[in-house]
């Protein structure tokens, strides 16, 4: 079985949001907290031996609201040519560690998800791609063995990993895979106030 501690959680909070009709979904407000502190917390309490917040957009309000919390945080400056750029950011500062992909916009992810999937990755050895799905529906967070991370440093613009994550191991966490919030209607049906 796979060593427990050697996953770094990702929370990616870089996006500019065009959706939002000028506010900011990673700082909507769930439980009185800013969405992106609130995630970060959560992956913080899990399985990571540690966890990386990924930022651009907004940078000063969300470094604000990540105040106090154990994270590194690491500015993307090229975040406005797409989300590819932030992952790629990510994984530049990983090496031997499996990383542990997460969007601070999925406000239903918890805990016992994050801790899911690694306990999944660490039961198939730490060599597979494993990622959340509601039902068979393939979503969030996704979790990359250390060999597949050297790949995602060359990710680029909005090119995500699509093409790498095919055939990924699922593991079932119902809609908290699949539920993002990208409109101001979208957070208050979630449950949040738009930020």
């Known amino acids: ?3 427990t501690q050697n996953v770094v959680g990702v ?12 506010a900011s979904k990673v700082l909507a407000l769930f439980d009185d907290k800013p969405l992106v502190r609130r995630q970060a917390k959560r992956l913080l309490d899990s399985l990571c031996m540690e966890v990386r917040v990924v930022i651009g957009h907004d940078q000063a309000r969300v470094t604000e609201a990540l105040r106090d919390l154990p994270v590194q945080i690491i500015h993307n400056p090229k975040h406005a040519d797409g989300m590819g750029t932030s992952i790629a950011c990510a994984a530049s ?48 967070p996704i979790l990359f063995p250390s ?14 990993a699509k093409a790498l994550v095919e055939g990924a191991e699922l593991v079932d966490i119902g809609n908290a ?6 409109t101001r209607a979208e957070v208050r049906k979630a449950g949040g106030q738009p930020g």
């Open 1 to 3: 079985m796979a060593d």
């Open 11 to 22: 929370l990616l909070a870089a996006g500019q949001a065009r959706r939002m009709e000028g």
């Open 93 to 140: 500062r990983v090496s031997k560690q499996g990383l542990l992909l997460a969007f601070a916009d999925m406000p239903d992810l918890d805990t016992p998800h994050f801790d899911a999937i690694i306990a999944r990755w660490q039961k198939l050895g730490a060599q597979q791609i494993v990622r959340g799905a509601n039902r068979d529906a393939p979503g969030h």
């Open 147 to 160: 060999k597949h991370v050297p790949m995602l440093r060359n990710l680029s613009g909005d090119q995500g």
């Open 177 to 182: 895979a699949t539920l993002d919030v990208d």
